[in-house]
């Protein structure tokens, strides 16, 4: 009975090990302490980017910015406004429309392509047209009222101006003979 006893005990004692090598809390415990280090990275590079951001909200970083047919590098710094280059892929087959609604700038570009082909006695038609959008956040302290845009080619210019630039003061040379009063 003794050596029944003292077996049991060692199939129990090699069971609950291997219960514990197969726990699903254990397994699940891993995969969440996984995530968790997946977030901290998110994290850090998130930061990294708030921090490179200037008083004016803008980032200091290159940024490139991808929506179907329209590619931004976003808002540069020009002093008195701020500039926006837009290239839309097949700009001569597009309709490009642009709108502001509170501190947002939306692009939408329609595009209409035909293409026609004959073979012998046959004539094929074909229609494609695609429409995209991206919408911008406008910088802070931006006067909405007064964007401009150009078109250059196969790219949108788009002006838009401070509400309060920064304004260059001269300074007078006074004469050392003269007083001041």
């Not at 309709?95 to 293409?115: A, P, R, Y």
């Not at 229609?127 to 964007?147: G, H, R, V």
Request: hydrophobic share 35%.
């Amino acid at each position: 009975m003794k050596k029944f006893i003292a077996g049991l005990s060692i199939v129990a004692i090699t069971s609950v090990s291997a219960m514990a090598q197969n726990d699903p809390f254990a397994e699940m415990e891993k995969f969440m302490q996984a995530q968790i280090q997946q977030m901290r990275m998110m994290h850090e590079q998130m930061s990294k980017y708030f921090n490179s951001l200037n008083s004016a909200g803008v980032a200091n970083i290159p940024v490139s910015f991808n929506s179907g047919s329209i590619m931004s590098s976003g808002f540069e710094d020009k002093g008195d406004h701020y500039e926006l280059k837009i290239k839309v892929n097949d700009l001569k087959n597009s309709k490009v429309q642009m709108s502001v609604s509170g501190n947002i700038l939306t692009i939408n570009v329609q595009e209409h392509k035909k293409e026609e082909k004959k073979d012998k006695n046959v004539q094929y038609v074909s229609y494609n047209n695609q429409s995209y959008s991206q919408s911008f956040t406008l910088p802070p302290n931006t006067d909405a009222d007064k964007i401009d845009a150009a078109q250059k080619g196969d790219m949108i210019i788009v002006s838009i101006p401070k509400k309060n630039p920064p304004k260059e003061i001269k300074i007078k040379k006074l004469d050392s003979n003269s007083t001041s009063k």
